[in-house]
């Protein structure tokens, strides 16, 4: 066993995972379907890597998924490969219920056949990894969720990957198939595809168009960099127990007005305009979306003492280096906001 299958690595979080994995020198095969919010661009500045493979496909092909398995014997499969947004999953389910749960399931199963036919050192080094959310949870009205709360999903996304984490787990209980899940919590930075809040936002400022917030920008949440999420991940599947899920959260958790303000302040400063007075002028409250969760905060102390891990990366800094890297990199958003997404609202809402 000498390398590892990551899927959905062309997406935010799992190519910020590979360069991470890469730069151990460790041999990785991407597998990626490249729908919408797939992006090879977010791999380019490692896809000449001798040690990447990038592999063109769906994790729903079965066939495929275990000739790759079969013939690069990997010694961890590492799950990033989803449909993610809540809007989109409100519109249209059906494809987060073929991604994130038949898909998973298909994964499992090959992981599971390939596991079975180890030698008994390599069946114990082995690793199942799933990448999953803090919405799995659902809302959390005072305190912190950790990882032995009952799931209460809210919309089809976050129905989709509690299945997919139940689907996990059963894998370990029923076949011992050694498995481990991660609960992210909301993650922002470079390369996230503009449909998402944070990268929405900064590219409509700089267009000086509204920024929607629905309902009256109280629902709260937890905000990670990528890059420390992505420590996390790699952290959990170093020194993770088989069987068991990881929180990994900053702690920092604020209203999404709070995110809006903090975010017109540093374009105040980084791209002052005299087309408007300020930026915060272009807020705008919209109607809720439906089933929209008031608020996450997830406990992770079992990540931080049992794996050491704590994101370093603080928001404000992390949220300023954002900004900067999307007006640096209108060649990778440009195209996306030119065609297929023109930064419009998704799912049982009308636009703004």
């Keep these: 066993m000498n390398s590892y299958l990551v899927t959905g690595a062309a997406g935010f979080i799992g190519s910020s995972f590979v360069r991470q994995l890469l730069g151990r020198n460790e041999k990785i095969v991407v597998l990626d379907a490249l729908t919408y919010s797939g992006r090879r661009e977010s791999l380019a500045e490692v896809e000449a890597?001798?040690?990447l493979e990038f592999v063109h496909g769906d994790i729903c092909d079965a066939a495929l998924v275990l000739s790759l398995i079969e013939t690069h014997r990997p010694k961890a499969v590492i799950n990033f490969a989803a449909e993610s947004h809540v809007d989109r999953s409100i519109e249209s389910a059906a494809e987060f219920v073929r991604t994130n749960v038949a898909g998973a399931h298909i994964l499992l199963q090959a992981s599971l056949d390939y596991w079975r036919g180890l030698s008994t050192s390599d069946g114990e080094a082995f690793r199942f990894l799933q990448v999953s959310t803090d919405e799995v949870y659902?809302?959390?009205?005072?305190?912190?969720t950790h990882e032995g709360a009952p799931f209460n999903p809210s919309s089809p996304y976050s129905a989709s990957k509690a299945s997919a984490d139940m689907m996990t787990r059963a894998y370990y209980h029923t076949h011992g198939l050694p498995v481990l899940i991660t609960h992210g919590c909301n993650t922002y930075g470079p390369r996230q595809?503009?449909?998402?809040?944070i990268p929405l936002l900064i590219l409509r400022a700089l267009s000086k168009m509204s920024l929607p917030i629905y309902g009256r920008g109280t629902n709260v949440r937890e905000w990670v960099h990528v890059e420390d999420h992505a420590e996390g991940i790699l952290t959990t599947l170093d020194q993770g127990m088989p069987g068991k899920a990881y929180n990994l959260g900053s702690r920092h958790r604020v209203s999404n007005l709070e995110v809006v303000s903090e975010l017109c302040s540093i374009l105040r400063e980084l791209v002052p305009s005299s087309a408007i007075e300020d930026y915060s002028d272009l807020i705008e409250y919209v109607e809720d979306r439906p089933g929209h969760d008031l608020r996450y905060a997830l406990d992770s102390s079992r990540a931080n003492k049992d794996l050491g891990w704590r994101p370093h990366i603080?928001?404000?800094q992390g949220l300023a280096a954002t900004i900067e890297w999307y007006i640096a990199n209108s060649k990778w958003w440009q195209p996306i906001t030119d065609g297929q997404y023109p930064l419009g609202r998704i799912g049982l809402l009308e636009e703004a």
């Design 138 to 144: 659902g809302s959390v009205e005072e305190g912190e």
């Design 193 to 197: 595809f503009p449909e998402k809040f």
């Design 49 to 51: 890597d001798p040690n």
């Design 314 to 316: 603080e928001f404000q």
